[in-house]
């Protein structure tokens, strides 16, 4: 016999197995990936996942804190990936910079009085 | 509350979990850099728009007044996905080019 409350729990405990099994599908794509921006990639995904991991959640335990996280949770994934791609483009500019103009690899600049600008 | 309500909300909840991870398959089964953007990116989102739907329909026929807290969320990540992603495809392109005038082969 099946009420419409454990219909909902069985669909709650269904969207959560495959959001689990998509969060190690991500994972997996993350230890493998390329490049840095596949990683970077798989990293907004996952952090897409546990935001609707966070709302299934809310549903589960039925207290609407949860979605407080999740909003907060979003905006910091969001930030992250932003500083992340942000930190990618910048070293490849950096080091097509480099390759134009043929010279080795510069190393840090230190700003130690000395004038070593070109 | 209705079983009706249960009905709705369970599938747009099953609806929900099943793009998210066709989505993640699609991350990792799709052979290119681009295609793992484009495809995955947009999936995950409208399963993440699913669920808040039926997160919504649940809490405003549980408390009895509207509840908003879903569509912030929806609201939030459907303007900063296509964000992240143009950032990301720019700098896969500019690393692509510079990668393929280099005499490499590509970094997918």
Known sequence: ?118 | MTIFIEFIVSFFLVLGAFFALAGSIGSYRLPDFFSRLHGPTKSTTLGVGSMAVASAIYFSFQSGRISLHEVLITLFLFITAPISAHFLAKAALHQRLHQKKEGTEKIS
């Open chain 1, 1 to 118: 016999m099946m009420t419409g409350e454990t219909f909902l729990s069985v669909a709650v405990q269904a969207a959560m197995g495959m959001l689990l099994v998509g969060m190690v599908m991500v994972l997996f794509r993350l230890a493998k990936g390329p490049g840095a921006a596949d990683r970077v990639i798989a990293m907004d995904l996952l952090s897409v996942l546990v935001v609707a991991f966070l709302v299934v959640l809310s549903i589960h335990t039925r207290k609407t804190s949860y979605m407080d996280v999740a909003i907060a949770y979003a905006c910091i994934a969001f930030l992250g990936t932003i500083a992340l791609v942000r930190f990618i483009h910048r070293a490849s500019v950096q080091k097509q910079l480099r390759q134009k103009q043929k010279t080795p690899a510069r190393p840090l600049p230190d700003h130690s009085g000395e004038k070593n600008h070109d």
